[in-house]
T-cell receptor, first 115, second 112 residues
């Protein structure tokens, strides 16, 4: 059963440090999404890619967050410098182009704690 | 401005009874709606979807109802089982766009 793989599963670091989260989408999927889950906001869309090109990153704080897809098997989300308010669970999801009801498949998330 | 709303943060139901989870949306351009289920420490998993041209879709114990005029959909689980205890996210999309908008989720507890 194909899965989206996220690493690391947990990350604890001090404020000001760089954080890199990685995602391996399901082979053959051409859209990749980064979400952040918080208690108040639920699942917030941070960025998404289609065929490795960034299409929308309007949900992302641009001054400290960056998202890239160096190749079709890897998506990264970086925070530099990190702040305590970035503490959350970050999910990656992949899917086919949403022209129908093809659902996104989610990874199990990276739980990030910034001290 | 939340385009997809789930006004009940939590719901408790007795095992064997019906669970009804509600979702409201504001954008009449959405043409697909999905429900995802999430267990702790796992990612959301797709449960069931419905096209805006339909008013009902059923899959086993799960049925989703759509009322377009009221911009409201609901997920019915019958009968509810303890394993259904999870957070349920309602989501909506326009098929001309890739973006899926998620609601804040409803935490369902099914009590044995």
């Amino acid at each position: 059963d194909a899965r989206v793989t996220q690493t690391p599963r947990h990350k604890v670091t001090e404020m000001g440090q760089e954080v890199t989260m990685r995602c391996q989408p399901i082979l053959g999927h051409n859209t990749v999404f980064w979400y952040r889950q918080t208690m108040m906001q639920g699942l917030e869309l941070l960025a998404y890619f289609r065929n490795r090109a960034p299409l929308d990153d309007s949900g992302m704080p641009k001054d400290r967050f960056s998202a890239e897809m160096p190749d079709a098997t890897l998506a990264t989300l970086k925070i530099q410098p990190s702040e305590p308010r970035d503490s959350a669970v970050y999910f990656c999801a992949s899917g086919l182009v949403l022209g129908s009801n093809q659902p996104q498949h989610f990874g199990d998330g990276t739980r990030l704690s910034i001290l | 401005d939340q385009q997809v709303k789930q006004n009940s943060p939590s719901l408790s139901v007795q095992e064997g009874r019906i669970s009804i989870l509600n979702c409201d949306y504001t954008n009449s351009m959405f043409d697909y709606f999905l429900w995802y289920k999430k267990y702790p420490a796992e990612g959301p998993t797709f449960l069931i979807s419905i096209s805006s041209i339909k008013d009902k879709n059923e899959d086993g114990r799960f049925t989703v109802f759509l009322n377009k005029s009221a911009k409201h959909l609901s997920l019915h689980i019958v009968p509810s089982q303890p394993g259904d205890s999870a957070v349920y996210f309602c989501a909506a999309l326009r098929t001309s766009y890739d973006k899926v908008i998620f609601g804040p989720g409803t935490s369902l507890s099914v009590i044995p």
